[in-house]
């Protein structure tokens, strides 16, 4: 399968109303089980990596990896940097061979945010690759991006940064939050707001901050020693009627990190035995595309690759 752009794949889906999956990678096992959940249902994917990613792995270990995954692949692979701040590293990215970045200027004053942002959509329109950018803030913290406060995304305001930065696509604050804890009382999505913002810009919108955090993935790392508290995600149901009101990608990372801890947990605690790395991480591969799976298909994106 040939690369895909995300202006490409996100195109498709904002004409299909469904939204395409983006999912933290950091090795081989969490990207060889996003890609085969992305097989097993027949939907487009973007494998994303943090800056956090490429400190730990390095940026020429990871996109090689991601690379071979692309292009063994039976569906539309986006190679997407995730939260991108630091300029060098989205220039090395782009010029690595990125087939989307996203550039978060979401900390700066406004027009600073928009004049970075439209040199970053000048570098990489150049090279054929897409860019996200992002307007308003979400909270929590995860990697190297955190926020304390949440700042929603103002429809007419975000109408102005399209039009003057040339961005492909753009990531909206309507009261999502990074890392598992979300929520100090009911999730509540602003899909209001949403819904004015899609109608104003008519064009591939993106939600942050959107991991389910399974409750059953909690428990039983309770149960095999963990004690993660009491983390709360966003609804399945809020995702699923962000996604009819015009959410175009979703990134996941929480989910896919809860589902490996759990696995992980799990097999050391049953079989004591085990010192084969592959024995022990082997399981959490499996368990990290049980949940992709069940993302793409709340999502919509499940046979439209």
């Known amino acids: 399968m040939v690369l895909a752009t ?5 195109t498709k889906a904002d004409r299909g109303s469904y939204a395409v999956g983006a999912f933290n990678v950091n090795n081989m096992e969490i990207l060889q089980g996003v890609v085969r959940a992305a097989e097993a249902t027949r939907s487009p994917v ?4 943090s800056e956090g990613a490429i400190d730990y792995a390095g ?3 990871l996109y090689t990896m991601m690379l071979y995954a692309a292009e063994s692949s039976s ?3 986006v190679i997407h940097l995730d939260h991108g701040r630091d300029l060098d590293v989205v220039r090395k990215c782009i010029k690595i061979g990125y087939t989307s970045v996203m550039y978060d200027g979401s900390h700066l004053p406004f027009e600073e945010n928009i004049a970075t942002t439209r040199n970053v959509v000048r570098w990489a329109h150049r090279h054929g690759v897409s860019v996200e950018a992002e307007l308003g803030t979400i909270g929590g913290a995860e990697d190297k991006v955190s926020a304390r406060t949440i700042v929603y995304t103002e429809p007419d305001v975000a109408r102005s940064f399209i039009e003057r930065t040339g961005c492909d696509s753009l ?3 309507i009261g999502t939050s990074h890392g598992a804890y979300k929520f100090a009382g009911q999730a509540q999505l602003d899909l209001a707001r949403l819904r004015v913002i899609k109608r104003l810009l008519r064009m591939p919108l993106v939600l942050h901050g959107a991991s389910g955090v399974p409750q ?3 428990e039983k790392i309770k149960q095999f020693g963990g004690d993660l508290g009491t983390p709360e995600g966003v609804p399945d149901d809020q995702i699923a009627q962000a ?7 979703v990134n996941t990372d929480t989910d896919l990190r809860l589902a490996f801890t759990e696995a992980v947990r799990e097999t050391l605690v049953t079989n004591v035995h085990a010192f084969d790395p592959r024995k022990i991480i082997g399981p959490a591969r499996d368990a990290i595309q049980a949940v992709v799976e069940q993302r793409m298909k709340l999502f919509g994106s499940a046979g439209k690759a």
Do not use: H
């Not at 973007?46 to 990596?49: A, E, L, N, S, Y």
């Open 59 to 61: 940026l020429e270990c």
């Open 171 to 173: 990531a909206i604050a």
């Open 75 to 77: 569906v539309p692979v």
């Open 6 to 10: 995300g202006l490409k794949v996100l």
């Open 46 to 49: 973007f494998v994303q990596t």
């Open 216 to 218: 059953q993935l909690v």
């Open 243 to 249: 996604v009819r009101l015009g959410i175009n990608k």
